[in-house]
């Protein structure tokens, strides 16, 4: 997602917790989820 | 399902069978039972769900009834969740937080999404107006709000300046996005992320989640 750096999505968790994101804001935020978890989990050998 | 339609509003404990005690009475030990409860439902279990829906079904309703302002319309947001949560179980993990979290995070979803589409032929600033009304008596709510856990939020609700509970309130229990919540404030859309966000860890730190 280009219009969204990670600065931006984690001032983000805040309203993601609460669902006061808008659809594209929220598919945003999930992708950049998904994209940190599998990064640790990359590290540690397991696909998630 | 035929244990499915949600308690009409005149139940307020929304307990048909009601086979499974009254686990709002024992609210120390049933976080782990919802939770194996919601893992059996995850596994097809239907008398397992019952028990589960059984149990959460009125702070299931009176959540949605706080967001959608309208019985019926909580008792359709909350029969939409428990089906998602039907088809869904399986993804539940205790790791990541409790059962009733899960599920009330569910409701919230389906609530929000239900004010979102109900207002997009509506003024704001009227939804607003109406919105702040305030809810009707309803012992439902009264019932869910009895908890200690309720107790514990609403202290720590007290606790946020005015700001951050405002902005919150408007999120959270409003169903407005971040974006609406700066608009309908007048503020910067940082500063509402911040609100927001600032807030609900006052109210962590409040309520020491996560020691």
Redesign the interface.
Known sequence: MSTFDNESLH?????Y??????DT?RAAFEQHLLDSLSGRFADQGSAP | MNQFSPGAPGSPTGEPGATAGSPADSPANSSGDLAALLKQSGLGDEAAFAQLYDATSARAYGLALRIVRDPSQAEEVAQEAFLEIWRTASRFDPARGSAVSWVLTLVHRKAVDRVRSAEASTRRDTAYHQDNRGVEHDTTAEAAHASIEARRVRQALASLTEPQRQALELAYFNGYTHTEVATMLDLPLGTAKTRIRDGLIRLRDTMGVGQ
């Open positions: 001032a983000l968790s805040g309203a917790a609460v669902d006061a994101l808008d804001e």
